[in-house]
């Protein structure tokens, strides 16, 4: 199959893997900054045939994952409303909440149906004109367009029966407070590639001369990754630091213009707290006032919740590359992909999750 | 008594029934004529014209297996097959993966109040030509009706007996170290075709189910003398729920090597959309076999001749039980343990 099997090629794979080995001098701590890039280096093995040379740390690219607690309890609260449908990515359903998840919402009567596109939440909306649609809004920037798009749809079409939880992240404020942070100990980033297709990497110039690390646009598949762990190994070799593109086949230096341009009428940059780092400044985006009508937290003004994590959960520490998920003392006994602590464990881009999918048994019981 | 509630039938007999009503499942005339029309037409054969309460089958020498499944696949039609073919088979195929030569099967329908009898009649035609190509016979049956969201449109059950063929497979119990695991065809393409026509999704071309008898691939291998060890349909949970089972009842260790996996490309292309593995898609004419390693080019050999098999391809060994039950190759050559999903990624896909 075209643009697949030959970024699964075991020769290309076993030639790569020898010459990160040959090139590293030492062992390098490279962060992969989206959990897609997380599970591809577990599902292949990576990170395992690279051991001794990199350390390889999983960033904080999981939006379900850092989706903060109380957006969940908010779209929980809206799912339990009689006449309220709520409409989500699948990964959102089991994403335990303060009490409860979404998916038990549903089991109990809720209204909650996922969809693949945000489009979808609209038709849904147009035609059932006496139901309120919300959708909830979570993911980086590869999710935001469609999103953008879906408020501008509603808009033309003068829907007033739907609106967006927003709860949409940026992932660059988050890599800047990870290499700013006194405790950092990531030497290089593998940039998120889906991530960089859009918003492209001219900005992450700025980011490598402040912070002097190198940033490596890479992919998902076993080749790509495996390319952008070298290129990384290299500059590190080398005292470099520079943005390179290894993942060009879909990302551009200026990213998606056409994409961009409707996010940039629909949304604005705000703060905002992301689950397990805390309030990160920039780190968010939210409705623009012209679209305010929009806006689930206004229209169904959302109340100040209680909100409680399990104290157990180590999730910040994961999502920051502080612990591997296999060292949480919960991992795989009281926390379980059945009964998930934490978002991490969760979703189909949690690092605990590809720990618990694809991690040899030894490493969860050293 | 019978006479009189016939003429007091709050039903008209013609005009009505172009869909199903409750009237058709309360043993009144319209159940009659839609039981002789509809079914009996279509299906009959002596044991079933007899229309008794239970069909009188003739004596067996030897063994007989006797296997039940129930069906509820939605929508009712897909590319490759409907849930009238796929009762059929699927039940078929339990009984010849056991080891048996399928004869008879039961067919049970709860209707739901509103199916267009067009529907009927075209999944009660499918069911027949289903069970001549597996060569079974519908010796007795039962019909409901529910009221309308007291069920989805149709569901099926359906109760297979066949006649033990000796010598049967020894089971997963008996699997050793080296032997082979074959893949009877590409897998993956149930699971997908059903997703696909569910969700609307519009892959071109379309996945297209696999569901289909395995009765002469069964009977290909018997013929070769093929010490075939277990045989097992990759159904729900798909080739790798297969896998786990037989680790787990072998106390061994399955060895995938992916890239020997036999998958359509149009089935791979529609699960690396949707971030699903193949591998634990379901399959609904397609089974995984375990042979001596001395006996596996017998069995390809015997697969092949057959067109149900003709793809059938050697993708997995048993290994002395390592760090996890079953273990899968990939690109980067590293074995990694192969994953159990928690729930079927893909509800009601039989």
């Given at each position: 199959?075209?643009?697949l099997?030959?970024?699964?090629?075991?020769e290309?794979?076993?030639?790569?893997l020898?010459?990160?080995?040959?090139?590293?001098?030492?062992?390098?701590s490279?962060?992969e900054?989206?959990?897609?890039?997380?599970h591809?280096?577990?599902?292949?093995g990576i990170?395992?045939?690279?051991?001794?040379?990199?350390?390889?740390i999983?960033g904080?690219?999981?939006?379900?994952?850092?989706?903060?607690?109380?957006?969940?309890?908010f779209?929980?609260?809206?799912?339990?409303?009689?006449?309220?449908?709520?409409a989500?990515f699948?990964?959102?359903?089991r994403?335990?909440?303060s009490?409860?998840?979404?998916?038990?919402v549903?089991?109990?009567?809720g209204?909650v149906?996922?969809?693949?596109?945000?489009?979808d939440?609209?038709?849904?909306?147009q035609?059932?004109?006496?139901?309120e649609?919300?959708?909830?809004?979570?993911?980086?920037?590869?999710?935001?367009p469609?999103?953008?798009?879906?408020?501008?749809?509603?808009?033309?079409?003068?829907?007033?029966?739907f609106?967006?939880l927003?709860s949409?992240?940026?992932?660059?404020?988050?890599?800047?407070?990870?290499?700013?942070?006194?405790?950092?100990?990531?030497?290089?980033?593998?940039?998120?590639?889906?991530?960089?297709?859009?918003?492209?990497?001219e900005?992450y110039?700025?980011?490598?001369?402040?912070y002097r690390?190198?940033?490596?646009?890479?992919?998902?598949?076993p080749?790509?990754?495996?390319?952008?762990?070298?290129?990384c190994?290299?500059?590190?070799?080398?005292?470099?630091?520079r943005?390179?593109?290894c993942?060009?086949?879909?990302?551009?230096?200026?990213g998606n213009?056409?994409?961009?341009a409707?996010?940039?009428?629909?949304?604005?940059?705000?703060?905002r707290?992301?689950?397990?780092?805390?309030?990160?400044?920039?780190?968010?985006?939210?409705?623009r006032?012209?679209?305010?009508?929009?806006?689930?937290?206004?229209k169904?003004?959302?109340?100040p919740?209680?909100?409680?994590e399990?104290?157990e959960?180590?999730?910040g520490?994961?999502?920051?590359g502080?612990?591997k998920p296999?060292?949480?003392?919960?991992?795989?006994?009281?926390?379980t992909?059945?009964t998930?602590l934490?978002?991490?464990?969760?979703?189909?881009?949690?690092?605990?999750?590809a720990?618990?999918r694809?991690?040899?048994?030894?490493?969860?019981?050293? | 008594m019978?006479?009189?509630?016939?003429?007091?039938?709050?039903?008209?007999?013609?005009?009505?029934?172009?869909?199903i009503?409750l009237?058709?499942?309360?043993?009144?005339?319209?159940?009659?004529?839609?039981?002789?029309?509809?079914l009996?037409?279509?299906?009959?054969?002596?044991?079933?014209?007899?229309?008794?309460?239970?069909?009188?089958?003739?004596?067996?020498?030897g063994?007989?297996?006797?296997?039940?499944?129930s069906?509820?696949?939605?929508?009712?039609?897909?590319?490759?097959?409907?849930i009238?073919?796929?009762?059929v088979?699927?039940?078929?195929?339990?009984?010849?993966v056991?080891?048996?030569?399928?004869?008879?099967?039961s067919?049970?329908?709860?209707?739901e109040e509103?199916l267009?009898?067009?529907?009927l009649?075209?999944?009660?035609?499918?069911i027949?030509?289903?069970a001549q190509?597996?060569?079974?016979?519908?010796?007795?049956?039962?019909?409901?009706?529910?009221?309308?969201?007291?069920?989805?449109?149709?569901?099926?059950n359906?109760?297979?007996?066949?006649?033990?063929?000796?010598?049967?497979?020894?089971?997963?119990?008996?699997?050793a170290?080296?032997?082979?695991?074959?893949?009877?065809?590409?897998?993956?393409?149930?699971?997908m075709?059903?997703?696909?026509?569910?969700?609307?999704?519009?892959?071109?071309?379309?996945?297209?189910?696999?569901?289909?008898?395995?009765?002469?691939?069964?009977?290909?291998?018997?013929?070769?003398?093929?010490?075939?060890?277990?045989?097992?349909?990759?159904?729900?949970?798909?080739?790798?729920?297969?896998?786990?089972?037989?680790?787990?009842?072998?106390?061994?260790?399955?060895?995938?090597?992916?890239?020997q996996?036999?998958?359509?490309?149009e089935v791979?292309?529609a699960?690396?959309?949707?971030?699903?593995?193949?591998?634990?898609?379901?399959?609904?004419?397609?089974?995984?076999?375990?042979?001596?390693?001395?006996?596996?080019?017998?069995?390809?050999?015997a697969?092949r001749?057959?067109?149900?098999?003709?793809?059938?391809?050697?993708?997995?060994?048993?290994?002395?039980?390592?760090?996890?039950t079953?273990?899968?190759?990939?690109?980067?050559?590293?074995?990694?343990?192969?994953?159990?999903?928690l729930?079927a990624p893909?509800?009601r896909?039989?």
């Amino acid at each position: 199959m075209k643009y697949l099997d030959e970024y699964r090629d075991p020769e290309q794979c076993r030639r790569l893997l020898a010459e990160v080995r040959r090139t590293a001098t030492q062992q390098w701590s490279i962060m992969e900054v989206c959990g897609g890039q997380t599970h591809g280096l577990l599902r292949y093995g990576i990170d395992q045939q690279l051991d001794g040379c990199v350390r390889l740390i999983h960033g904080p690219g999981c939006p379900v994952c850092v989706t903060p607690l109380e957006a969940i309890d908010f779209a929980i609260e809206l799912a339990r409303r009689p006449g309220l449908m709520l409409a989500s990515f699948g990964d959102m359903l089991r994403v335990p909440g303060s009490r409860e998840s979404l998916l038990a919402v549903r089991g109990a009567g809720g209204e909650v149906r996922i969809v693949y596109s945000p489009l979808d939440a609209v038709r849904v909306a147009q035609q059932n004109p006496d139901r309120e649609v919300v959708f909830f809004a979570v993911g980086f920037e590869t999710t935001t367009p469609a999103t953008a798009l879906s408020v501008q749809q509603a808009d033309r079409l003068g829907l007033d029966n739907f609106s967006l939880l927003v709860s949409h992240v940026r992932v660059q404020p988050a890599m800047e407070q990870l290499a700013a942070s006194p405790d950092n100990r990531v030497q290089g980033f593998l940039a998120a590639g889906h991530v960089c297709t859009v918003a492209g990497f001219e900005s992450y110039e700025q980011f490598v001369r402040e912070y002097r690390l190198p940033v490596v646009v890479t992919g998902f598949e076993p080749v790509d990754l495996l390319v952008g762990i070298l290129e990384c190994v290299r500059q590190l070799e080398r005292g470099e630091c520079r943005v390179v593109n290894c993942y060009e086949r879909s990302v551009a230096a200026a990213g998606n213009r056409a994409a961009l341009a409707v996010v940039d009428d629909v949304y604005e940059i705000c703060d905002r707290p992301w689950r397990g780092m805390g309030v990160i400044p920039g780190g968010g985006l939210r409705l623009r006032a012209k679209y305010a009508a929009f806006d689930a937290t206004k229209k169904f003004g959302q109340a100040p919740l209680q909100v409680s994590e399990p104290p157990e959960c180590r999730s910040g520490d994961v999502l920051t590359g502080r612990i591997k998920p296999t060292e949480c003392e919960c991992f795989g006994t009281r926390c379980t992909p059945e009964t998930p602590l934490g978002a991490p464990m969760v979703s189909a881009e949690g690092a605990c999750a590809a720990y618990h999918r694809y991690a040899l048994p030894t490493a969860a019981t050293p | 008594m019978s006479e009189r509630l016939e003429l007091s039938c709050p039903v008209p007999d013609s005009g009505a029934a172009e869909q199903i009503l409750l009237a058709h499942g309360e043993g009144g005339r319209l159940m009659r004529r839609l039981i002789r029309t509809r079914l009996v037409e279509r299906l009959g054969n002596k044991y079933l014209d007899a229309l008794g309460d239970a069909a009188v089958l003739p004596a067996c020498d030897g063994p007989l297996v006797m296997t039940t499944d129930s069906f509820v696949v939605s929508p009712l039609f897909f590319p490759g097959g409907d849930i009238g073919s796929l009762a059929v088979y699927g039940t078929v195929n339990d009984l010849a993966v056991a080891g048996a030569r399928p004869r008879w099967i039961s067919l049970a329908l709860v209707i739901e109040e509103g199916l267009p009898l067009a529907t009927l009649d075209s999944i009660v035609s499918s069911i027949a030509a289903a069970a001549q190509r597996a060569g079974v016979q519908v010796v007795t049956g039962d019909t409901k009706v529910v009221p309308r969201g007291a069920a989805d449109r149709l569901f099926i059950n359906t109760t297979g007996v066949g006649k033990l063929i000796e010598p049967a497979p020894a089971g997963p119990a008996s699997l050793a170290v080296d032997d082979v695991l074959i893949a009877s065809g590409p897998v993956g393409r149930h699971g997908m075709a059903v997703m696909a026509a569910r969700e609307g999704f519009d892959f071109d071309p379309p996945p297209t189910s696999d569901s289909a008898p395995l009765v002469e691939a069964v009977e290909s291998l018997r013929a070769a003398r093929v010490p075939v060890r277990a045989m097992r349909d990759a159904t729900r949970g798909g080739v790798a729920a297969v896998l786990h089972e037989w680790a787990e009842a072998s106390g061994k260790t399955m060895s995938i090597d992916e890239g020997q996996l036999p998958v359509a490309p149009e089935v791979r292309g529609a699960c690396e959309l949707l971030g699903l593995d193949p591998i634990h898609v379901a399959c609904e004419g397609t089974m995984v076999i375990a042979v001596p390693p001395a006996a596996s080019a017998d069995a390809l050999a015997a697969l092949r001749r057959v067109p149900v098999a003709a793809a059938a391809t050697a993708f997995a060994r048993v290994q002395e039980r390592g760090f996890a039950t079953v273990v899968v190759t990939r690109a980067a050559g590293q074995q990694i343990p192969l994953d159990e999903p928690l729930g079927a990624p893909l509800p009601r896909i039989c």
